[in-house]
Each structure stands twice: as C-alpha cells, then as structure tokens.
C-alpha cells in the first residue's frame, strides 16, 4: 500500500493498520500517515467552509459544511443505482435541499412536518437504497442543518448559488470517481423495490415518518435547535434493533461525556480560545473509529455555536434534552411499527 493509497484509508481501517503492525518503526510510520491525514482533512475543511463563508456570507458557512461532507462522503461511496442516474439523483437532492428546508420553516410545524416528510421521503427512497452504505448519514443530515440554520432574503438568495456551485462540484467529482463501476439497478426499480416485508423498507418507513415527527413534537414543545432531535433519530434508526439499542445507548452517554468535556474545557481554556473548542472537536471525530466516541467529539461544535446564542447553561440543557428525546423516541417508535409489522405478517400469512 501506496503513502496516498493508505490516507485513502478510514479512522478504523488506518488503527487497525497501526495494531498489526509487524515491528515498532512500521507501527510509527503508520502513525505518522494517520496523523497526516488527520491534518490534512482538518486543513481541507477549513479552508473550504471558510471559501464558503467569503464567497457565500457568513450565514451560509453551513452550506460549506454540507457540500464539503457530500464531496467527503460521495467521493467514495455510491447510492448503488448506475453512475449516470445517481450523478442525476445527487443533483436532484440539491435542489431538495435548495427548497425543502425553508418552505419548511415557512411552512409552521404542522405544514413542515409534510414537507419534512415528502423530502426526507425522496432521499431516504432514492439515496439509501442499500443501509450498509449510512448515506442517511450524509443526505438527512445534510437537510436537517440546513432546516436548522434557515435564512431569508439577500442570504437565502445566496444559499441557492452555493447549493447550486455544490452540486455541480458533488457531481463532477463522483461521476469522475465512479463512472468505471458497473450497477444494474435503476432509478426506476426503487420504488417497485419497496416492500414492508423487506427489512430495507421497514428500516426506510422508520426514517421516513420518525425524523419529520420528532422535529414536529419538538417544535410544538417550544424547544430550539429542533434539528438536534431529528439528527439524533435519524442517526439512532437502523434495520437491526439490537444495532438501534446500541446507538441510543452510547448517544446519550457520548452527549452526557462531551458536555462534561466541553464544560472543562470552557471553564480551563480563556475566552480567547472558545470559538476553537469546535474545531477540537472536529479533531476528535477525526481519530474516532467508534460512535460513541464521535457523539462525544461531536458535542463540541453544536455547543461552541449555541453557547454564543442560548448561554452556556441553556445551550448544556438543550442539547442533553433534544438528543434523549430524539434517540428514546426513535426507539420506542421503531419498537412499536416493528410489532405492527410483525402482527401484520402473522394475519396475512
């Protein structure tokens, strides 16, 4: 393996290259390749959402967060669907993402929980056709930030210009990437495809009606930051429940550990440094092979932003509270709709 081909490797893939390693100097080097392609991606994200945020306005320096996850994620993994199609489909999740979450946010919580619905309905279908693949993790996320950080007027014009310079670098880089691999499925045999007796499309409805209704529940309640609850069920809801119990096990636990974290080093570190804790935790997710890990790290950048507009005590609260809400209810509802299922399969076979 090459020096390029081994930065090419996961977190969990590059550590376990350093743990069979066959003497010390090669367990070194491996370390040295790890530690390089941590700072190189670190350096990559932030000079990109930076580019983002000058080109775009600062109101917008999420776009970059989520144009730079597409490229991050796409550059590698594929919606299983052929080359041409799903070059076409990630265009179309753009112009979903262009749209989606701001009629949303204009809609109310009754009218967004449709359209939350309808959106999420055409990404979950048409971009996770294989679960193995998590690219919920990268489509839902991606709207549910851009649902969270809504803007209006001069800047949401300016969203639309950076969603559409996104998609066109999204797809040049992964039809570039993959338009040597060959998948019969079509774009036309997702929806015959879906069938509540296949695992697949249980996994599917779950996401499809849960992530809308814990926003909704979450908005009516008057919390802020309802996108934490929504990004917490979406990450919680998988096909297996025995795989579900462990993320909402070590969510809360990774959120309860990185707000006890953020809060030391908020009360350690002086004012000066606060707008970095963020980009520590970006570190942290770097070396982070396992979930719970990456819950923990990944407190640090939703707090760093919501400290600056809720207060520190308010900001811990919120995020503690949203995230329990999101990944208990996902549970008990994917609970429930398997049952429904199960009782259905016994009285029509």
């Known amino acids: 393996m090459t020096f390029y081909q081994e ?3 996961n977190q969990a ?3 376990k290259i350093i743990r069979e390693s066959a003497s010390q100097r090669e367990k070194l080097y491996h370390i040295a390749v790890y530690l390089t392609k941590i700072a190189i991606t670190v350096a990559f994200c932030f ?7 000058l080109g775009f306005g600062a109101d917008n320096s999420i776009v970059g967060v989520v144009v730079l996850l597409y490229l991050l994620v796409f550059r590698s993994a594929h919606l299983c669907i052929r080359t041409e199609q799903s070059t076409l489909l990630l265009a179309g999740f753009f112009g979903i993402m262009a749209v989606g979450p701001h009629a949303a946010n204009l809609a109310g919580p009754v009218g967004g929980l449709f359209i939350n619905a309808a959106a999420i309905a055409l990404l979950i279908l048409f971009g996770c056709h294989e679960p193995r693949m998590f690219n ?3 489509l839902v996320l991606g709207y549910l930030l851009l649902y ?12 639309l210009f950076g969603l559409a310079v996104g998609a066109l670098l999204v797809c040049a880089v992964f039809y570039g990437n993959h338009r040597g691999n060959a998948y019969e499925l079509c774009a036309g045999d997702i929806l015959p495809a879906f069938d509540l007796r296949h695992p697949r499309s249980k ?6 009606i849960c992530v809308p209704l814990v926003l909704f529940l979450a908005e009516l309640s008057g919390m802020p930051r309802a996108m934490w609850a929504g990004i917490a069920a979406m990450s919680a809801i998988l096909p ?3 795989d579900m119990r462990y993320r909402v096990r070590w969510r809360i636990i990774g959120n309860i550990a990185g707000v006890c974290c953020f809060l030391a080093l908020y009360f350690l570190l002086p004012s000066s440094i606060y707008a970095y804790i963020g980009v520590i935790g970006g570190i942290g997710v770097g070396f982070s092979a396992k979930y719970g890990w990456q819950a923990v790290f990944n407190t ?3 707090l760093a932003i919501a400290t600056s507009a809720y207060g520190l005590k308010s900001a811990v609260g919120l995020r503690v509270a949203q995230n329990v809400f999101g990944v208990v209810f996902a549970l008990l509802f994917c609970l429930i709709l398997h049952r429904l299922f199960a009782r259905w399969e016994r009285s029509a076979s």
């Open 7 to 9: 930065l090419q490797v």
């Open 13 to 15: 893939g590059s550590k």
């Open 47 to 53: 000079i990109f959402v930076s580019l983002y945020s």
């Open 136 to 138: 919920q993790s990268t």
């Open 148 to 159: 969270g950080y809504d803007v209006s007027g001069h800047a949401y014009q300016m969203r």
């Open 203 to 208: 996994w599917q409805l779950c996401q499809i």
């Open 240 to 242: 297996a429940m025995d």
């Open 300 to 302: 640090f950048g939703a």
